[in-house]
């Protein structure tokens, strides 16, 4: 699914901020990643956005090296994968309902077919009444929930969420990361970078992804008594 | 409305929504682009207006004087004995039926003695009596548009009747004035090509200024798997409106001086002026114009802008 070998990462002349980074992140699997400030979490997760090629090693997505790809196939792989940014980008001389149908928009979903899902989905994280409000009207909590909707709307095969949950409230919070678990068993890899530690433990059940110093280091979720007896026995 | 949307599909420059995913609507980066228009749409209007008049006079000097030639008989010898008139008459006459009866020559006319003496007259001044003074004869000759011939053997047949008969082809001052019209003709074609030029750099850096200030909205929309097409087109269009109401500005401007101009020209009545009136394939390429540098200014930003995305990763 997605296969980091021997990676690294420098801006310009600049020290590697990511280094012999290895990993491995199989088809429908979740993962929190988590790091100090600084660690370079946005980096590496803007390499598995394609937003950035790496110095050195190589990247594979969806079993294939995105060194060797030409621009077209690169836009299909993009098209896979939906992106929470930390500052949302959002558009916003666009309405709520135009950002978020923005992802179908560029795959030339028909304008049917875009209002049916993007009405449903605006329902579900509780924006229902905001289709025509621009988001630099609405709050953080709103904004961000755009987004997410927004990085949703495709059903990718990887989400890529940069502390997705750090301006909503508990009740909201908890409700989309639902959401990410729905669409996780509906087989798409989740990768969320987060500082929350309460929510890493809320779902311990998701493997973790350490980055410090530029080193990622994996860990598996601890295991619950009923799956160490299965091992047993 | 449905018409323009078909319209705009076809050329591959419209959305279902009349809404850009960029913000290109805000500011006034539209309006200086649209107001750049208007101007090289004026200047290309004077431009190839001027090529339109220098080929009108061309061609009027050429055609009124092409094919054509003439005959003066000098009403003296090489060594200044001027002949008796009926000398002349007898010479002029053998000249004038060896021109009818030669090939090339389609017709042949005798000047009078009145008109000759109305072409001296400036120099000799008016109200003299020409009686004793000895005038040339002149002839005037058109030749035929399908007979190639000599006009050095001719001038020598000629010059058997008396060495001192020339032929005057026109071609050595229609040349000078040919060659110096087809300069100014050059130099036009060049300001127009200019203007294009300027169109294109002034498009281009328009249109990638706009794009560096919308860096975040391309990049995202990038990042979504947005086709280089799909971003292209939505400033294709933009570009496209803005540069088809800054020239429909300029054109307006340039018929209305070039009408002006025109009207000025009639009231003099300067012969040596060419002609204003322009034909039916002259107003089309003018109609044309402001559409053609729509269609630069489109194509530009269409190059521009995959030009800057083929740099992002």
Known sequence: MIKFEHVGLRYGV???????????????SFH???????AGKTSLMSLMYLGRRPTRGIVSMFGQNVGQMGRHDLKKIRQRIGVVFQ?????????????????????????????????????????GDHRHQLPNTMSGGQQQRIAIARAVITRPRLLLADEPTGN????????????????????????????????????SQHSRLILDKGQLRLIHPRKTIKQKLEGIF | MFKIKKFERGLGIARKRRQYDLPLNKGNG?????????????????????????????????????NKATIEIPAKDNSGTVFEQSHMDTLQDQVFNFLQNYPAVDTVEVMDKEEIKSLVA??????????????????TVSFKDDVIFDTDALE??????????????????????????????????LITIVIGITTIVAVAGAVQSRMAIYHEELELLHLMGAEDSYISRQLQRYVLILSLQGAAIGTAIGGLIMFMVGLLAGEMDISLLPDFHLSI????????LPLLVALLGMVTARQTVLRVLAQMP
Request: aromatic share 10%; charged share 20%; proline share 4%.
């Open chain 1, 14 to 28: 600049g020290p590697e901020i990511l280094s012999d980074v290895n990993f491995t992140l199989d088809q429908g």
């Open chain 2, 156 to 189: 020598n047949k000629l010059k058997t009747f008396a060495p001192q008969i020339r032929l005057d082809t026109h071609q050595s001052w229609l040349a000078d004035v040919l060659r110096f019209t087809g300069a100014l003709n050059f130099a036009a074609v």
């Open chain 1, 87 to 127: 500052d949302f980008r959002l558009l916003n001389h666009m309405s709520a309902f135009d950002n978020i149908a923005l992802p179908l928009r560029i795959m030339g979903e028909s304008e049917k077919e875009i209002k049916a899902n993007v009405d449903e989905l605006m329902e579900w994280v509780g924006l």
């Open chain 2, 30 to 66: 539209g309006n200086f682009l649209k107001l750049l228009i208007a101007l090289m749409t004026f200047l290309a209007m004077l431009g190839v207006a001027s090529i339109f008049a220098l080929s009108a006079m061309t061609d009027r000097w050429s055609s009124g004087l092409e």
């Open chain 1, 168 to 203: 909503l409230d508990d009740e909201i919070g908890l409700r989309l990361m639902n959401l990410f678990d729905q669409l996780n068993r509906m087989g798409t890899t989740i990768v969320i970078a987060s500082h929350n530690t309460l929510l890493m433990e809320k779902f």
């Open chain 2, 122 to 139: 400036p120099w000799l001044g008016e109200g003299l009596s020409y009686d004793n003074i000895p005038l040339p004869g002149i002839l």
């Open chain 2, 281 to 288: 394939m002259q107003i089309f390429l003018l109609i044309c």
């Open chain 1, 32 to 38: 929190f990643l988590s790091g100090p400030s600084g």
